[in-house]
Nanobody, 115 residues
Framework: QVQLVESGGGLVQPGGSLRLSCLASGTIFSIYAMGWYRQAPGKQRELVAR???????SYADSVKGRFTISRDNAKNTMYLQMNSLKPEDTAVYYCELDQGALTYWGQGTQVTVSS
């Protein structure tokens, strides 16, 4: 079993920055990919950024150039650096760990961008 705990969310003004963290614990045999998703009220959950087994990364067009995903394998932690935040980035952000046959999710952390 794998547990994922997100942290780092909060209220920030437009143009500000936040760094989200996702700590993985438990029995982690292998990691195919890890990612960040978000869900705004009344909308479907969407992919924000993902990092693959060999360090490849991909981003939603809406966050390219503003967000950066990274992993510290020694700490079992994944990060999402979010810069130049916009009100439309407001959502609950979820961490995802893909082991191929199984996918795990964190409980989410709220990010609110508002003046």
């Amino acid at each position: 079993q794998v547990q994922l705990v997100e942290s780092g969310g909060g209220l920030v003004q437009p143009g500000g920055s936040l760094r989200l963290s996702c700590l993985a614990s438990g029995t982690i045999f292998s990691i195919y990919a890890m990612g960040w998703y978000r869900q705004a009220p009344g909308k479907q959950r969407e992919l924000v950024a993902r990092t693959g087994r060999f360090g490849t990364t991909s981003y939603a067009d809406s966050v390219k150039g503003r967000f950066t995903i990274s992993r510290d394998n020694a700490k079992n932690t994944m990060y999402l650096q979010m810069n130049s935040l916009k009100p439309e980035d407001t959502a609950v952000y979820y961490c995802e760990l893909d082991q191929g046959a199984l996918t795990y999710w964190g409980q989410g952390t709220q990010v609110t961008v508002s003046s």
